[in-house]
């Protein structure tokens, strides 16, 4: 489907969104890859799909939450797995996400999600996927050596280093040089609406040297940049700064255009941050 701009008070780069034809599945692009001929890859957006639980009009939630009809998600995915890679069967493998530093290897096979936060792959035809509804996804690609990878980091996930030690296991398992990787952040809660307790600021200043630059005080509020926690985590792990972009908003300032789990009061949808190689290109 032919990508189209999305309303500029949603972006802190410039976006994508696939065609909005009735209920097609949209999503946003990084723009360092779109175009890419070996590439695919998408953060989703909320509206299109077919569950009505949260909206009568249909939304693309991705997740097989309590309250959405398992039947009415899985045909969700199939739409999107049509609409992002031209074949409903292309294969979609995500985790159970547990707030944890895991990251496992994805291939073609037989996919039994196992518990972890992260994905990373070097097989073409398989799209690895994170949920997400304010926790920040973090997408990865390695030109060169053809490896990608997906992260799914809430602030557990953060202070446990999951995107940085990803990376580390992308350098170590596949010989990629950190020099070559690029990534993309894709929507999630930001440092305007993400209100912390105690805990989290301790977690964050006994783990990170640079953790008092991620927090402000709003009316007496202490606020967590975790976009920026995971950009800097990113640095860390080696990438150049330029090679790492944003793609999308804060998920909960905009409930109309993403799930936001703060926002939406915990009772919403999922939506989805996909990679993967496309099979023509694999080597």
């Given at each position: 489907?032919?990508?189209?701009?999305?309303?500029?008070?949603?972006?802190?780069?410039?976006?994508?969104?696939?065609?909005?034809?009735?209920?097609s599945?949209?999503?946003?692009?990084?723009?360092?890859?779109?175009?890419?001929?070996?590439?695919?890859?998408?953060?989703?957006?909320?509206?299109?799909?077919?569950?009505?639980?949260?909206?009568?009009?249909?939304?693309?939630?991705?997740?097989?939450?309590?309250?959405?009809?398992?039947?009415?998600?899985?045909?969700?995915?199939?739409?999107?797995?049509?609409?992002?890679?031209?074949?409903?069967a292309?294969?979609?493998?995500?985790?159970?996400?547990?707030?944890?530093?895991?990251?496992?290897v994805?291939?073609?096979?037989?996919?039994?999600?196992?518990?972890?936060?992260?994905?990373?792959?070097?097989?073409?035809?398989?799209l690895?996927?994170?949920?997400?509804?304010?926790?920040?996804?973090?997408?990865?690609?390695?030109?060169?050596?053809?490896?990608?990878?997906?992260?799914?980091?809430?602030?557990?996930?953060?202070?446990?280093?999951?995107?940085?030690?990803?990376?580390?296991?992308?350098?170590?398992?596949?010989?990629?040089?950190?020099?070559?990787?690029?990534?993309a952040?894709?929507?999630?809660?930001?440092?305007?609406?993400?209100?912390?307790?105690?805990?989290?600021?301790?977690?964050?200043?006994?783990?990170?040297?640079?953790?008092?630059?991620?927090?402000?005080?709003?009316?007496?509020?202490?606020?967590?940049?975790?976009?920026?926690?995971?950009?800097?985590?990113?640095?860390?792990?080696?990438?150049?700064?330029?090679?790492?972009?944003?793609?999308?908003?804060?998920?909960?300032?905009?409930?109309?255009?993403?799930?936001?789990?703060?926002?939406?009061?915990?009772?919403?949808?999922?939506?989805?941050?996909?990679?993967?190689?496309?099979?023509?290109?694999?080597?």
């Amino acid at each position: 489907m032919r990508p189209i701009p999305v309303p500029s008070r949603y972006n802190r780069v410039q976006m994508t969104a696939s065609h909005p034809t009735s209920n097609s599945p949209q999503w946003l692009t990084a723009p360092q890859w779109q175009g890419s001929a070996w590439l695919w890859h998408g953060f989703t957006t909320r509206p299109g799909g077919l569950s009505t639980v949260y909206n009568p009009h249909g939304e693309l939630n991705l997740g097989f939450t309590p309250d959405d009809d398992s039947a009415a998600v899985a045909a969700n995915r199939l739409l999107l797995a049509q609409a992002l890679t031209g074949d409903p069967a292309t294969p979609i493998h995500t985790v159970r996400q547990i707030h944890c530093e895991r990251s496992v290897v994805a291939g073609r096979g037989p996919w039994n999600p196992p518990e972890a936060d992260g994905l990373i792959s070097a097989e073409s035809g398989v799209l690895l996927a994170i949920l997400t509804a304010d926790c920040i996804p973090v997408l990865v690609a390695d030109p060169v050596r053809r490896v990608v990878a997906a992260f799914h980091a809430g602030w557990r996930g953060t202070v446990a280093r999951v995107v940085e030690l990803g990376v580390a296991r992308i350098v170590a398992d596949f010989g990629s040089n950190p020099a070559d990787l690029q990534a993309a952040i894709g929507p999630g809660i930001g440092a305007c609406c993400y209100t912390v307790g105690a805990e989290v600021h301790e977690r964050f200043i006994a783990s990170f040297g640079y953790a008092a630059e991620l927090f402000h005080t709003v009316d007496g509020n202490l606020r967590l940049d975790l976009p920026e926690a995971n950009r800097r985590q990113l640095l860390a792990a080696g990438l150049a700064p330029g090679s790492i972009q944003r793609a999308g908003g804060c998920t909960s300032c905009h409930p109309d255009l993403y799930f936001s789990h703060r926002a939406d009061q915990g009772r919403t949808g999922r939506m989805m941050s996909l990679i993967g190689i496309r099979p023509a290109i694999a080597q």
